[in-house]
């Protein structure tokens, strides 16, 4: 089944303890793209990545990480995490075969740090 | 002044009613645009791409205004399976922005008996 996959699905942490929140597709998709979802903001893009060892700041980068070392991953690290981080935050990815290609989402990692 | 706007709603619809909104973009250069649904928090779906023609998917429409710079979904006769959230999405306006997208805030429908 072609799927967009994340990890953990929920998380509970403590400020400054690093986390990494891992997201992996089946589809050989070149895009895969973070965005984070707060209530009235809608969902904001943190980084994105047009293919292995590329990858460029969304809107919202500071404060997190990524990598691209595979085509199939693209983990997001939190170095020291803050409660401004609490967050739904989804993964998503995406064939690069044109303007109107779709973009296909995981589940959602809820991520709450106290 | 946000890249992309919506009417956050809810707008409650009677079934077999038709409900429209719009999503403004503040980027003229803005090329692709799409609407996604989101149902209570989880992953976004793709409802369908808006072309520069307008087009039609079923029950659901949707058109683009360059000039007025929005695009708009228009659902004919509502079914209590629309009730959702229909987020707006604008892609990068030049080939070394395609991969941000910018999304709106989402519009609820809420679909009723």
């Known amino acids: 089944e072609a799927q967009v996959t994340q990890n953990p699905r929920y998380l509970i942490t403590v400020t400054g303890k690093k986390l990494t929140v891992t997201c992996s597709q089946n589809?050989?998709?070149?895009?895969m793209s973070w965005y984070r979802q707060d209530p009235g903001l809608g969902l904001r893009q943190i980084y994105y990545s047009m293919n292995v060892e590329v990858t460029d700041k969304g809107d919202v980068p500071e404060g997190y990480k990524v990598s691209r070392k595979e085509k199939r991953n693209f983990p997001l690290i939190l170095e020291s995490p803050s409660p401004n981080q609490t967050s739904l935050y989804f993964c998503?990815?995406?064939?690069?075969?044109?303007?109107?290609?779709?973009?296909?989402f995981g589940p959602g990692t809820r991520l709450t740090v106290l | 002044r946000k890249e992309v706007e919506q009417d956050p709603g809810p707008f409650n619809v009677p079934e077999g009613a038709t409900v429209a909104f719009n999503c403004t973009y503040s980027?003229?250069?803005?090329?692709?645009f799409f609407w996604y649904r989101q149902d209570c928090r989880k992953e976004p779906k793709l409802l369908m791409s808006v072309y520069s023609s307008g087009n039609e998917d079923g029950r659901f429409t949707a058109q683009l205004n360059r000039a007025s710079q929005y695009i708009s979904l228009l659902i004919r006769d509502s079914k209590l399976s629309d009730s959702a959230t229909y987020l707006c999405?604008?892609?990068?306006?030049?080939?070394?922005?395609?991969?941000?997208?910018?999304f709106g805030a989402g519009t609820q429908v809420v679909v009723t008996p």
């Open positions: 589809m050989n998709h070149e895009y």
């Open positions: 980027n003229s250069a803005s090329q692709s």
């Open positions: 998503a990815s995406s064939s690069w075969a044109g303007a109107y290609n779709e973009q296909f």
């Open positions: 999405v604008v892609k990068g306006a030049t080939t070394d922005s395609w991969g941000k997208l910018q």
